[in-house]
Structure formats: C-alpha cells, structure tokens
C-alpha cells in the first residue's frame, strides 16, 4: 500500500517520499524487513527511537517518530504529534477497517473481566457462533491462540488480529479493555458495539495516580462509543451496584444504557435475586424485562454472579436466545486462573489458585472460602514489584483477618526488592495486631509449607499469579507455575503419608 494514501487526511510531517510501498508494520525492530514502516514508540524501559538504526539496517523504508530523527539513510520520515493515536488510525486504514466488519464487545472494570470474557465466549460457543477473544490470558479464535504480554495489545496487534479473524469468518470479537489501554490510546478509533463495566476497586495507582483517574481512564470507552462509522444501535452495560458504576450511568453516553444488579436495585434492569452459592457453583434468579429465569453456574462466589448477569445482559442484546444463554453459562466449567482447583490425590484438604491480585478480588475469593466454612484457610500471596505500592497494606490486612494463617512470599517482585514489598504488606498487617502469618520470600518455598501445613477440611489458596506460568524477577521471566508448585509437593506429602502408613502397617502385622 503506498504511504500517501494511508496518510491522506492526516496532520503528520513527511520527510522524504510519500509514494513508498508499505508492505507491513511493526513497532518492533526485530520483526521489521525489506519495505516495512518501522513506529518508533516511547516507553518506560525503552524508547523507540533506539532502534530506528536497527529498523533501517533490516530495510525500513517509512519511520514514524514524535520527532525528527536525523539520518541520512532514512527514505521517509513521518513525524506525528501523538504516535499512539496515529498508529491506531494508521493500522486502521492498512488493515482496511477489520472493526467495522465485527461486532465488538468491550469489557472493562478492575475485576470480572477475563470470567465474565470466558462466560460469553461460552455463549456463543453453545449458539454455534465463532467468535474471537483478546484477553488478559490469551488471544484465541478458531483453536488458535496467541500469547500475549498485556491484556489489551498494542493497537497494531489488536488490528492485525482483527483482519485475521475477519478473514477467518469470525463475527464476533470479545475484547478486555485494560486502562492502560484506554489511556494510552491502544483502542483508540475502535468501533465498539456493547461495552461494560464491571466494577472499579484500588489497582494501578502507580500509574493512574489516583482513583478518579483511574475512572477517567475507564470511562473513555463509554464516552467514544457510538461515534465511528458503525450505525447500529450501541449499549452500555453497568453494574450499578458499584459507586463508579453509578456515577457512569450519570455520564452522557451515546447509546442505551442497561444496568445490573444483585442487590436488588429497584433502578436495575437486571436484577439476580435468590442467590445460593454452595462448593460445586451458584444458583440464582434473574428478573429483567417483565421477565424471570433461573440460571446456574459452576462458578462459586458473589462475585461470579456479577460475572454471569454481566454476561446474560450482554448475550441479550446480541440477540443470542435464552435457551442457548443459559445453557453456555451452565457448561462452562474451570477458567484458568479462577479459584483452579488443584488435585490433591485425595488427601482430605483442598488446594486452589486464583489471580487475586488487588485487595477487593482477594477479599472476594476469600468471602467465597469462608462461606465453604473450611476447618483452616491458609493463604500464599505477595505483591507484584514496580506496582501500586497503596494496595499491599490493604492487601495484607485482608489476608490476615480473613485466613488462619497466612505465607507472605514475592509476586513478580521485578527490579523492586522482594523484602520492601514485603514490609509493605506487613504494614497493613501489624494494624490488624494479627500474628497469624510467617514470610518466606522464595516463592515455592512458601507453597511448600502452606501444603505441608494443611490437614483434613482444609484449603490452601495460592494468591496473585492464577494462569501466569512465569515469575519477574529483575528484568528476567523465568519459568514458574503455581499449579505444578503445589502438585510437587502435594505428590510428596502424599508419598510421605503412604510410607507412614506402610510402616506402621508393618509393625501391626509383625
């Protein structure tokens, strides 16, 4: 594609020819070959300007920068004033609009977002619907998966992505919008079609600053929807339980708003009501439009009823039936990550992994576990390094007021040192006057001791990583997963137990 088409309409700088051939982008030099246009983006660890000489030696033909760059052995240059902005209309106009061939579903909050994403592609999976999914675990359609290190991809991954699957048949797209995405500009000029909004409790202050940025941030999705191309009608789905779900409802938006509950919010248009949860799933009612229906889920918690309403409202108005709504929520077993049991080769007690990584998702998983009335909660949880500093106390007061014991032990603690996160979660611990917890920085040595710990009727859950099979240290990822911790030692004390008892089997014959 000639770059003076894909740049017709656009305030940019050109230096050097405009009639180039495009024939690819990439923001990584790495991956940049003969005739692709190279985005030089700035960033916290890296600037992209860096690598232009590298880009250029690989066969660069077109760099876009913020700034002029000068070098001789550039043929074009384009400066733009906001380089995030543009390379979404940019890859918009190269990848020929993939959006406008979609039906987009958004989903942003602080928590619910991957449950309530594996909820709906459930849906749609039962409907005989392909559809794709850009989320915090993975990229997926069709049996494809593509990993992923952000929840929401740069905008030029999300439009490649968005062109495969349009070239692959795919309908619809169900997409978690981070609001790092939103504020950096990654979704911009995407038409969505229903978006929503799950909740907002404290997590990247250390970006946002503080809470009513961070709904700021969250907000940009609803405030742009319905102005692109796209002409069919737009919904806003809100949980109006939440404060920030309620002051959004206020916000003007140009769609039709439709708010869940389940507190029974007589101003909800969705309202779940008769809510049993038990250790195998949830049962409730949900009222809406004049009517009722009975949904369940294998999914336990308060929390996963939020999920599923947000989920049924969504498949509502995506004209999906109620049969085939209720019935992709009800064969939707284990998500990766979420309370993920682990098998524990029948030794009386209960080990699960869960992603909780803020103070309100932890305190939700561990209401959930309370109300099991397990004989002992013993939690594993750290704090993730180079984050929001704010939540750790919060964290670690809930932990300790909410467990019998508890293992303080590092995250992905990254450049930070593993022992000041630690003292942070401390902090919050020692207000509570609890003693109930014990550090072990190392990480597998903590999961070690909390299954060693546990006996009959209890459960051990192991917090902040769930479906991440790796651990940050300094700059460094190296290969570490929760669920294959805790079956090692699980298998150990197993084989342990077994010994005991053949011994003393032993001696009573003899």
Excluded: W
Excluded at 28 to 52: C, E, H, Q, V, W
Excluded at 215 to 226: D, P, Q, V
Excluded at 288 to 300: A, D, L, M, Q
């Amino acid at each position: 594609m000639k770059l003076k088409n894909l740049l017709r309409n656009e305030n940019v700088i050109i230096i050097g020819d405009d009639d180039t051939e495009i024939l690819e982008i990439s923001y990584d030099s790495r991956k940049i070959y003969k005739n692709y246009a190279f985005f030089a983006l700035p960033g916290y660890n890296s600037d992209g300007k860096n690598y232009i000489n590298e880009a250029i030696s690989r066969g660069a033909s077109v760099i876009i920068t913020e700034a002029k760059y000068d070098n001789n052995n550039i043929t074009t240059q384009v400066i733009v004033k906001d380089i995030f902005h543009f390379m979404s209309i940019f890859c918009a106009k190269f990848y020929n609009y993939p959006d406008r061939e979609l039906n987009i579903i958004g989903i942003t909050g602080t928590n619910g977002k991957t449950t309530t994403t594996y909820m709906l592609e459930s849906i749609f999976i039962n409907s005989n619907i392909d559809c794709g999914v850009i989320g915090t675990i993975n990229y997926r359609y069709k049996n494809k998966i593509i990993n992923g290190d952000n929840t929401t991809p740069q905008s030029l991954d999300i439009y490649r992505i968005m062109k495969e699957m349009v070239d692959n048949g795919i309908k619809y797209l169900i997409m978690e919008v981070s609001s790092h995405a939103l504020s950096l500009g990654r979704v911009y000029g995407i038409d969505f079609d229903i978006v929503v909004f799950t909740n907002l409790t404290q997590d990247h202050l250390d970006f946002h600053k503080n809470k009513d940025n961070y709904f700021e941030a969250k907000s940009i999705l609803f405030k742009r929807l319905g102005i692109y191309t796209k002409r069919n009608k737009k919904y806003a789905v809100i949980n109006i339980d939440d404060p920030y779900g309620k002051k959004l409802s206020k916000t003007k938006i140009n769609a039709e708003i439709v708010l869940y509950s389940v507190l029974e919010k007589d101003i909800a248009d969705f309202k779940a009501k008769n809510i049993i949860t038990t250790n195998k799933g949830s049962i409730f009612d949900l009222f809406f439009y004049n009517e009722k229906v009975k949904i369940e889920i294998n999914h336990i918690g308060l929390h996963n009823v939020y999920n599923a309403v947000a989920a049924f409202v969504v498949a509502i108005h995506s004209e999906i039936s109620l049969e085939k709504i209720l019935k992709g929520l009800n064969n939707l077993m284990n998500i990766p990550g979420r309370l993920e049991k682990v098998d524990t080769n029948g030794m009386g007690f209960e080990v699960a992994i869960d992603y909780a990584h803020t103070n309100d998702a932890l305190k939700n998983v561990l209401q959930v576990l309370k109300n099991l009335k397990f004989k002992k909660i013993i939690t594993v949880f750290g704090c993730g390094g180079n984050r929001d500093r704010a939540k750790r106390p919060l964290m670690g007061q809930i932990a300790s007021k909410m467990s019998d014991f508890v293992f303080i032990t590092s995250d992905n603690p990254r450049t930070e040192d593993p022992y000041q996160i630690i003292l942070d979660i401390e902090t919050g611990i020692k207000k509570s006057n609890k003693e109930n917890y014990k550090v072990v920085v190392d990480r597998e040595s903590a999961i070690k001791e909390a299954v060693m710990m546990a006996s009959k009727n209890d459960i051990v859950l192991i917090a902040g990583k769930g479906h991440e099979t790796y651990q940050i240290i300094g700059t460094e990822k190296i290969n570490f997963n929760d669920i294959e911790v805790a079956k090692k030692y699980i298998d150990i004390k197993k084989k342990q137990k077994d010994t005991l008892k053949q011994i003393n089997q032993k001696e009573f014959t003899f």
